[in-house]
Structures are given as C-alpha cells and as structure tokens.
T-cell receptor, first 115, second 116 residues
Framework: AQSVTQPDIHITVSEGASLELRCNYS??????LFWYVQSPGQGLQLLLK??????LVQGIKGFEAEFKRSQSSFNLRKPSVHWSDAAEYFC?????????????FGTGTQLKVEL | GAVVSQHPSRVICKSGTSVKIECRSL??????MFWYRQFPKQSLMLMAT?????????EQGVEKDKFLINHASLTLSTLTVTSAHPEDSSFYIC????????????FGSGTRLTVV
C-alpha cells in the first residue's frame, strides 16, 4: 500500500529565511509525487509534481523539490520565505497501478512565517 | 485550463436532512472523479472514486448508502450526504481528472458542511 509521511506537523520560519519541508513516501513502483498548498477554508493548489526525468523539480511561487529514490524522499524547498507562504502544505503520492490514479496524502505541515 | 467549480462552498443543515454537493469541470471532460473528506487539522482522505456512467467505488469504512455519488456526465458529479449527522460535519473536496495529462492536480475549492 502506498503511504506518505510528513514528519513535521508545524514549522515556523522567519520571513526571508530558507525553508525545507520533509516528505517520505512508500510506493511499490515508480511514484508520481506532488506538493500542494492549502489556505484555510480553501481547496488545494498544486505547487509542483514529479513524474519522471530530472529529479529536481521547479514549481510555482519559487518552490522546488528534489526526488531522491534512495531515500524515498521528496522534500520541498524555498530559498527565501514570504509571509504569504504561511499555509498548510501536503505531500502526495500516486501512480497508475492498482486503484488507478488515486492519491494518498500526507498529514500535512502547517507553516507559520514570523515577520 | 482545468477549471473546477464546486458548490456550495458552505452549508449548514439540520441533523437528519440530506445535502447535495456539486462538482463541475468547466473546461474539460472528467472521466474520473475523486471525492475527499478533510476533518479539521487533518489530511485529505479519499472517500470514493467514480467513473462517468459507472457506480462509484468506495474506500473502506465509507458508507455507500450514506454518501451517494452520481457521475452522470463528463462534466458533473454530485455527492449527496443523506441523513446527515453532526459527525458528518467536514470539508468535502472533489477532484476531477481526465487521465494522466492532468493527473492529480485539479481540485474543487471545497464545501464546508456543518450539521447541527
């Protein structure tokens, strides 16, 4: 069964500081990996995705993530955080085997940005 | 592209009544629709998967008679919460997909259901 672990429930960073949100996954085949951001009471917005190819993926809003197969990780990074980045971040894994293209989400990381 | 409309955004209903949530893909045909539920401070949990014209497949622990899903067309799916109870209060999010091209990245804006 596929699963996602986001070890950090809450993270607080100062505006302008760098950010790394951790994500580890378990999947039996080549995974499709995603990072989403959710503001309170809103749906999900895709930040970036990895399907194949270059393991360093660039996304929107200055975010990037690196797929490391040996570590089963897909950590999200941003070199300089803005106050508007405060939100909930979800990592997700999926594929096209078994149950089709359904996603499994991690439990999320709540990001707070100190001004 | 990939515009999704989900309504209503918020609904309050009395215990024992039914509530219908609509999810429309406005500029693409969604062959598959996923419905998720999110409790406060928690992650999204898949409730069911439906393919256009077919019966929905429910995840373990989700009552199919309570959460009725209809996916009668490629642009519209509905989730009806029947005989709602306070424990059904949650945030419901739809995710239409047309296949690998937009795999996993279109979501509705969610519906906040409060059952009183």
């Amino acid at each position: 069964a596929q699963s996602v672990t986001q070890p950090d429930i809450h993270i607080t960073v100062s505006e302008g500081a760098s950010l790394e949100l951790r994500c580890n996954y378990s999947y039996g085949a080549t995974p499709y990996l995603f990072w989403y951001v959710q503001s309170p009471g809103q749906g999900l917005q895709l930040l970036l995705k990895y399907f194949s190819g270059d393991t360093l993926v660039q996304g929107i809003k200055g975010f990037e993530a690196e797929f490391k197969r040996s570590q089963s990780s897909f950590n999200l990074r941003k070199p300089s955080v803005h106050w508007s980045d405060a939100a909930e971040y979800f990592c997700a894994v999926g594929g096209l085997t078994g149950g089709g293209n359904k996603l499994t989400f991690g439990t999320g990381t709540q990001l707070k940005v100190e001004l | 592209g990939a515009v999704v409309s989900q309504h209503p955004s918020r609904v309050i209903c009395k215990s024992g009544t039914s509530v219908k949530i609509e999810c429309r893909s406005l500029d693409f045909q969604a062959t598959t629709m996923f419905w998720y539920r999110q409790f406060p401070k928690q992650s999204l949990m898949l409730m069911a998967t439906s393919n256009e014209g077919s019966k929905a497949t429910y995840e373990q622990g989700v009552e199919k008679d309570k959460f009725l899903i209809n996916h009668a067309s490629l642009t519209l799916s509905t989730l009806t919460v029947t005989s709602a109870h306070p424990e059904d209060s949650s945030f419901y999010i739809c995710s239409p997909t047309r296949g690998e091209v937009d795999y996993g990245y279109t979501f509705g804006s969610g519906t906040r259901l409060t059952v009183v």
